[in-house]
């Protein structure tokens, strides 16, 4: 893997470059409200509910934000204002990179082309693109693709742009249920993990792993 230089260099954006804030929004919202064990339950529960809410047909990602957030709240006894689930998608834009980001695309970027596929929305991505630090090919999203990840159909709408196959991309991503499951049974065999503590390693789906964007130069060789 260490000698492979790949076409272009894809990446999720939301949590394994910007740093992806939605625990923080709901612990401001309700953390005067539930005590530390319930504000975790009602953490984990609104991830999930997020998930859910983006394996059907796509519609925006307000509406995402919204419904799981009124169900979090459901589940867990807490009066929901749509209020509050606006406030929480108007953060998004907002948020900025991981402190390892910006050096560590910049590693890269000189030599191999990066390319973001994000479960985000047209109007709000570019905020966040433009915090990296980093020039990118290209930047797709959910809307483009009328499709979220984990769907096959927003990793091929990004295939068919660029004119490649999953052989020709190294895909970097720190989810393996949005991202590299989805990667693992497209074929695209070369595959980053970023280990920033989301979710456990899942060995059986093939990828180098690294603790931070600092170690990709690596990984491609440079």
């Known amino acids: 893997m260490a000698s492979f230089r790949p076409k272009y260099i894809t990446f999720d954006c939301y949590g394994t470059l910007t740093n992806f804030q939605m625990a923080e929004a709901a612990r401001d919202l309700y953390g005067s409200r539930l005590d530390e064990p319930r504000m975790q339950e009602f953490i984990k529960n609104f991830a999930a ?9 796509w519609k925006p990602y307000a509406d995402v934000v919204h419904n799981a957030l009124e169900r979090a709240c459901k ?16 953060r998004v834009p907002t948020w900025g990179p991981h402190a390892d980001v910006p050096a560590g695309l910049a590693k890269v970027a000189k030599e191999i082309p990066l390319v973001i596929l994000s479960n985000a929305m047209n109007a709000q991505i570019m ?3 433009e915090k990296l630090g980093a020039p990118f090919h290209a930047v797709y999203t ?8 984990p769907r096959f159909k927003a990793f091929e709408y990004m295939f068919d742009r660029l ?7 190294l895909h970097c991503s720190s989810s393996f249920r949005y991202d590299l499951m989805s990667a693992h049974d497209l074929g695209i065999k070369n595959k980053v993990w970023v280990n ?9 789906y093939g990828y180098v792993e690294i603790s931070d964007i600092s170690g990709l130069a690596g990984v491609v060789g440079l």
């Open 49 to 57: 509910y997020r998930l859910d809410e983006i394996m059907g047909d």
């Open 127 to 129: 905020s966040n693109v």
């Open 163 to 169: 004119g490649c196959g999953p052989e020709d991309v």
């Open 142 to 149: 959910a809307e483009q693709a009328q499709a979220y990840k």
């Open 75 to 90: 589940r867990n006894g807490v009066a929901f204002s749509p209020d509050d689930a606006r406030m929480v998608y108007e």
């Open 196 to 204: 920033r503590g989301h979710e456990p390693a899942n060995p059986y």
